[in-house]
């Protein structure tokens, strides 16, 4: 269980063993992320393939697009996000809301900004294994209000994978995972816990906190540290004025050979190639590709 307080708790706290920013870069259709994961300092880590911070307005956005081999979690902090599918599944995701997708054996969807204004949030993409690549397209979806929330000791976490300070998600990680947003108040402490065997990190979205060392320098927004060995991590919220809010994500490593190809991660060049092979001619997971198209689409080719 996750606990705010005494660092007696932790018997091998976790500390930070590399850091960096995440820079703006162009994605989609005129949009914007800052990539961390995913990009050429960091490649993959095992078992996140990609973590975007986006920031898009219409026109821009994410059309008519493929994935197979993985999941994306998309957690909206402004704004709001409209999404569709080949298999007729729709909807606008708001502020606060989470969804959980599963590709698995193949899916086309669009992400496209809904009303005025710009969207932020994040996107996670979480490897599955050699034995779930080819599953069934699933989605779990969370409304901001349904998100399980827990709060002492001026620590507040949204938990939308895993457990924190008592407070559990529903969501089911075919790959293990656990995924906490966490706010804490001017001077707040907290400590919390993570299976020893999982690669860990966390990602600042406002304020600055000391990870790791109470003696560590503050990290502000935009920056992804990497979590060394340990049983659990250690932040401090040293400003006497200001919050800081950022992500913590665990994951188990799944140890297996990683063959990527934009939105296509497989286990092997050969699988890949299969792939490419199965979107192109609309088989073996893809047979929808071949007539559908998005309503945004189809409104922007009229």
């Given at each position: 269980?996750?606990?705010?307080?005494?660092?007696?708790?932790?018997?091998?706290?976790?500390?930070?063993?590399?850091k960096?920013?995440?820079?703006?870069?162009?994605?989609?259709?005129?949009?914007?992320v800052?990539?961390?994961?995913?990009?050429?300092?960091?490649?993959?880590?095992?078992?996140f393939?990609?973590?975007?911070?986006?920031?898009?307005?219409?026109?821009?956005?994410?059309?008519?697009?493929?994935?197979r081999?993985?999941?994306?979690?998309?957690?909206?902090?402004?704004?709001?996000?409209?999404?569709?599918?080949?298999?007729?599944?729709?909807g606008?995701?708001?502020?606060?809301?989470?969804?959980?997708?599963?590709?698995?054996?193949?899916?086309v969807?669009?992400?496209?900004?809904?009303?005025?204004?710009?969207?932020?949030?994040?996107q996670?993409?979480?490897?599955?294994s050699?034995?779930d690549?080819m599953?069934?397209?699933?989605?779990?979806e969370?409304?901001?209000k349904?998100?399980?929330?827990?709060?002492?000791?001026?620590?507040?976490v949204?938990?939308?994978?895993?457990?924190?300070?008592?407070?559990?998600?529903?969501?089911?990680?075919?790959?293990p995972?656990?995924?906490?947003?966490?706010?804490?108040?001017?001077?707040?402490?907290?400590?919390?816990?993570?299976?020893?065997?999982?690669?860990?990190?966390?990602?600042?979205?406002?304020?600055?906190?000391?990870?790791?060392?109470?003696?560590?320098?503050?990290?502000?927004?935009?920056?992804?540290?990497?979590l060394g060995?340990g049983d659990g991590?250690?932040?401090?919220?040293?400003?006497?004025?200001?919050?800081?809010?950022?992500?913590?994500?665990?994951?188990?490593?799944?140890?297996?050979?990683?063959a990527?190809?934009g939105?296509?991660?497989?286990?092997?060049?050969e699988?890949?190639?299969?792939?490419?092979?199965?979107?192109?001619?609309?088989v073996?997971?893809?047979?929808?590709a071949k007539?559908w198209?998005?309503?945004s689409?189809?409104?922007?080719?009229?």
């Amino acid at each position: 269980m996750a606990e705010t307080g005494h660092p007696c708790a932790l018997h091998k706290p976790r500390l930070v063993v590399r850091k960096f920013q995440a820079r703006p870069q162009r994605e989609g259709e005129g949009a914007v992320v800052r990539r961390s994961i995913g990009r050429f300092e960091l490649k993959y880590f095992d078992p996140f393939l990609v973590l975007d911070e986006f920031s898009v307005a219409a026109p821009a956005g994410f059309p008519d697009h493929p994935h197979r081999g993985f999941e994306t979690v998309t957690y909206m902090l402004e704004g709001a996000v409209k999404h569709e599918d080949f298999e007729g599944h729709k909807g606008t995701i708001m502020a606060g809301d989470l969804q959980w997708m599963t590709a698995g054996k193949g899916i086309v969807h669009s992400e496209m900004p809904a009303g005025q204004g710009t969207a932020k949030g994040l996107q996670l993409w979480i490897n599955l294994s050699s034995n779930d690549k080819m599953i069934e397209p699933r989605y779990q979806e969370l409304q901001g209000k349904d998100i399980a929330r827990a709060a002492g000791n001026g620590v507040d976490v949204r938990v939308i994978a895993g457990e924190s300070m008592g407070a559990r998600s529903p969501v089911y990680t075919r790959t293990p995972t656990m995924y906490l947003d966490f706010t804490m108040k001017p001077s707040a402490h907290l400590w919390q816990p993570i299976p020893e065997s999982w690669n860990a990190f966390a990602y600042v979205l406002e304020g600055e906190a000391a990870f790791g060392s109470e003696k560590a320098a503050p990290v502000g927004p935009h920056n992804l540290l990497l979590l060394g060995g340990g049983d659990g991590v250690e932040v401090w919220n040293r400003s006497p004025a200001k919050a800081v809010r950022f992500l913590l994500v665990a994951g188990e490593p799944l140890g297996e050979p990683v063959a990527q190809l934009g939105p296509f991660v497989m286990n092997t060049e050969e699988e890949i190639d299969r792939t490419i092979d199965d979107f192109e001619y609309c088989v073996n997971g893809f047979e929808k590709a071949k007539w559908w198209r998005s309503e945004s689409t189809v409104v922007t080719e009229g």
